[in-house]
């Protein structure tokens, strides 16, 4: 068992590894936002796996029969499993929480004091440190609210002051961290839930596509670029001729001429980058490979229409048949046809085809988010902080990276709990039923996974979550509709632009 956990780990972290120094910046690295962005990307990819693991142990304690198996049949048994993988939630949760609220912001203003003249590094440390602790007291304060919220009222409604407080405690006492926990997780999980409708849905919808369409040839690029630059420095030749008798130009003349001369800049620069595209080996095997990617494209586009299925599915199943927004739109079972339920259930004969396919759900779920942040950049609102590009990204930008897709895996158990929430509470477990003459009788009841414990321990947040998913289908939606319509992409899409916002466009050319 260690062995199979050592090899993953070992995968997940050579991914990492090799995925951020794809993107680093090779003139402002820096090893200790490297090491923090890596390890920051390998929690989030552990985190992701924990779901299927937590969805294997739970079906695995019983029989197709719908018994349980000898080593599950004791009650402490079963309650060891499951304390192992809610402690396992517990430590990459905590891990999660230490990263997203003090040890990225740490190194993000460390970096950014770095850049100021004459500053020492103790200054450095005392200063980074100075604006984390904004960060640790929001934390701190949603761990108390989660601790004290869903406190229940004292039975005696007469009870003195003094028992109160004593009921308190005893409540506080009695209670294993769980509340406070999952109500940070899922404050988180909300700014998570914006991450995804922005950068997942369009990621969704934008990577088959890609694939698909493939980019625009070498050649012909170079060749358009060449004519370009040859009409724009026509056209700078003729302004400089009005001044050629010692006449100023006019105001719009100048502008003109400056215009012209930052777009010419582009071109030289996208002429050199073209070069080196060409005689790049990867530029030619990508080549080769094309109808591998068109299959690739194909094959995720069926998975994301699948997906917006059963997440629509799900959705409108709630809005039929739940109880309503004051529980959080929480149904038992299914009452429409969810198609990727079904395909689950399906495969439960035939092991192990259902725990590959939420495996691979779960891992296209992360990829298209970094697919979606890598295409359009890290925004603020309406402005765009920093783009994502190959050997030229900031390592500010890489840390920012990292901490959304921290919040998008935490966002990652609910979405999936949408497409498909029978088999995300139980697995593939059945029971059996004992029909008597007055009633029928459970035996073996299911076991339910520790994700679902976490996802619905406070109802208004389900209730957020059920409108967010709605939002992700339009954005889906928008966000196809405008892929389906953009033509195919430059064969250096995003290496060179005239408009950048950060400092990572250099002229760095390998």
């Not at 997942?200 to 088959?208: D, K, N, Q, R, V």
């Not at 100023?248 to 012209?260: E, I, V």
């Not at 035996?443 to 947040?461: A, E, G, S, V």
């Amino acid at each position: 068992m260690h062995f199979p956990i050592s090899l993953i780990s070992f995968v997940i972290l050579a991914f990492c590894w090799v995925y951020i120094r794809k993107y680093q910046s090779r003139q402002e690295s820096e090893v200790i936002s490297t090491i923090t962005a890596i390890c920051a990307l390998a929690v989030a990819l552990i985190t992701s796996a924990l779901l299927p693991v937590d969805i294997f142990l739970v079906s695995f304690m019983k029989y197709p029969n719908g018994t349980y198996k000898d080593w599950a049949a004791i009650n402490e048994t079963r309650k060891q499993i499951e304390d192992t993988v809610l402690y396992g939630y517990y430590t990459l949760y905590s891990i999660v929480l230490f990263c997203v609220f003090f040890w990225i912001p740490f190194v993000y203003f460390y970096y950014e004091e770095k850049d100021e003249d004459n500053v020492s590094k103790c200054s450095q440390v005392k200063n980074a440190l100075k604006y984390t602790i904004g960060f640790v007291i929001v934390c701190a304060a949603l761990l108390l609210i989660g601790t004290f919220v869903p406190l229940p009222p004292p039975s005696r409604q007469n009870s003195t002051q003094w028992e109160k407080v004593q009921y308190l405690f005893k409540e506080l006492g009695s209670r294993d961290g769980v509340a406070a926990l999952s109500f940070s997780i899922s404050s988180l999980t909300l700014i998570g839930m914006l991450a995804v409708i922005t950068y997942t849905a369009y990621g969704m919808s934008a990577l088959p596509l890609t694939l698909i369409k493939g980019v625009r040839s070498v050649r012909y690029e170079r060749l358009e670029n060449t004519e370009d630059t040859e009409q724009v420095e026509q056209r700078i030749g003729k302004l400089k001729a009005k001044c050629g008798d010692g006449r100023p130009l006019s105001m719009r003349d100048r502008r003109t001429l400056q215009d012209l001369e930052t777009r010419l800049q582009t071109l030289r620069r996208q002429a050199r980058h073209l070069e080196v595209a060409e005689r790049d080996c990867c530029t030619k095997v990508g080549g080769a490979l094309r109808p591998l990617k068109i299959l690739l494209g194909v094959f995720f586009f069926l998975v994301a229409l699948l997906f917006v299925a059963a997440l629509f599915i799900s959705n409108l199943d709630k809005a039929l048949h739940s109880a309503g927004i004051n529980t959080g739109f929480v149904i038992f079972g299914t009452n429409l046809t969810n198609p990727l339920n079904e395909l689950l259930l399906a495969l439960q004969p035939v092991f192990p085809l259902d725990y590959v396919l939420i495996t691979v759900i779960t891992v296209y779920f992360v990829f298209t988010s970094m697919a979606g942040i890598r295409n359009m950049g890290i925004w603020f609102f309406w402005m765009r902080l920093y783009k994502i590009r190959p050997e030229r990204t900031r390592p500010q930008a890489l840390l920012f990276l990292c901490m959304i897709l921290l919040l998008i895996v935490l966002h990652t158990s609910y979405m999936i709990y949408s497409l498909a929430p029978q088999y995300v509470m139980y697995g593939s477990q059945k029971y059996q039923l004992q029909v008597r003459k007055c009633a029928c009788v459970f035996l073996h009841q299911c076991t339910i996974t520790r994700t679902y414990l976490f996802l619905h321990k406070f109802w208004f947040f389900s209730t957020v979550y059920y409108f967010g998913n709605w939002a992700f289908l339009a954005v889906f939606t928008i966000g196809l509709m405008v892929s389906c319509c953009k033509g195919k992409k430059s064969v250096i899409e995003g290496e060179v632009a005239a408009d950048d916002s950060d400092f990572s466009d250099d002229e760095y050319v390998h």
